[in-house]
């Protein structure tokens, strides 16, 4: 498992830059119940004040008040944290809570988090769960990583944080294996930028709700244990797309299951179903009506409940079963209607995609 995701610091500022300064300003009632700044020269506003604001170096101020005015508590949305060492899963942990649902942000600079809290409890219940990334990427902003988590538990946020640790050894090999320097390590070696990774991260792991030592696991087996924790009671969700396609055009290039529809006979051949496709009643008990049709149906449903059952196991959210024939006009059109009302039937989300259809 690889996992790497470090930016160029001069892009990676203007970015952080930019987004500051299009960052909600307060309006003119806020100021006139605002006296203090938060920035270099000014003192702190505490945590339990009734609303708070992080001073960035350009000067720009980003409202942190999670519960403002009209917003009540019960909108504020679930709130994960992943952190960790570099190269120890922090994408892979962030993409397994987006297939689960969760709203995700990486490398948001820890000013932000109550910002991206209070939007969530803005949307009026369609952001419900948000999971933000942060890192060393976001060293300059680091240390408001703990003002904004004692802002956000002042203010009863529901929040976790995730760290993912790995040993020195694991994380080595890692960064060797895809030749990429790690992003502290400056002049020096890799065991000097972890090192200096480990210490800064120190306190930040102390506090962590959840630990995952991810030094001997491969990415499967780091998604079962996201899955363990955020996907509840509830079995992971298998998505299907089921495409029907024409041999004559080419696979798809996206399928993960492909199976030949050619063994049965070709409604092409007979005058009155050519004009029409799989789609019609007439060509599709055609079809289904022939020698091995419904028995091929029957059994290769009961195969796909295995394997969709195999790949919830290792994490697989998505698959694409090609259903094809010479043209992807008859055949595999009407056998995809029934393949993917099979899938449906047993719970799996299932979309019908037919691409070659009409290309006659």
């Not at 009863?156 to 944080?161: F, G, L, Q, S």
């Not at 080419?250 to 030949?260: N, Q, R």
């Not at 799996?348 to 037919?354: A, I």
Request: with cysteine; net charge negative; glycine share 8%.
């Amino acid at each position: 498992m690889t996992e790497y995701d470090a930016q160029p610091t001069a892009d990676r500022d203007q970015a952080l830059t930019a987004a500051s300064q299009q960052a909600p300003r307060e309006t003119g009632e806020d100021s006139a119940r605002r006296d203090t700044r938060h920035d270099a020269a000014a003192p702190e506003t505490g945590p339990d004040s009734a609303e708070h604001t992080a001073g960035h170096e350009d000067g720009a101020q980003v409202s942190t008040d999670v519960t403002p005015p009209g917003i009540p508590e019960a909108a504020i949305p679930e709130l994960v944290i992943i952190s960790g060492m570099s190269g120890a899963g922090r994408s892979t942990a962030a993409k397994c809570l987006e297939d689960l649902g969760w709203f995700v942000v990486d490398n948001l600079p820890p000013a932000l988090i109550p910002t991206m809290v209070e939007l969530g409890a803005r949307s009026q219940g369609n952001v419900a769960r948000i999971a933000v990334v942060v890192d060393v990427r976001g060293r300059r902003f680091f240390d408001n990583l703990r003002e904004s988590l004692a802002d956000l538990e002042a203010r009863n946020v529901t929040r976790r944080i995730v760290f993912l640790e790995s040993s020195d050894e694991a994380l080595v090999r890692r960064f060797e294996s895809v030749r990429r320097p790690h992003p502290l390590q400056g002049d020096g070696r890799i065991v000097d930028g972890i090192a200096a990774e480990r210490e800064l991260l120190r306190e930040l792991r102390g506090d962590a709700d959840l630990v995952i030592d991810t030094s001997s696991l491969n990415v499967h087996e780091l998604r079962a244990k996201m899955d363990a924790q955020f996907a509840g009671e509830e079995e992971p969700e298998l998505r299907a797309t089921v495409m029907s396609f024409g041999f004559k055009y080419g696979l798809p290039v996206d399928a993960d299951l492909v199976v030949d529809m050619r063994f049965l006979p070709n409604p092409h051949w007979v005058p009155e179903l050519r004009p029409y496709t799989g789609l019609n009643d007439e060509v599709a008990t055609y079809v289904l009506n022939q020698p091995g049709a419904k028995e091929f149906l029957d059994q290769y449903a009961e195969i796909l409940q295995l394997i969709a059952a195999g790949y919830r196991r290792e994490g697989k959210r998505y698959v694409t079963i090609a259903v094809g024939c010479t043209g992807g006009k008859h055949r595999s059109v009407a056998m995809s209607e029934r393949l993917a009302a099979r899938l449906a039937a047993e719970g799996v989300e299932t979309v019908v995609v037919h691409r070659d259809m009409g290309r006659e």
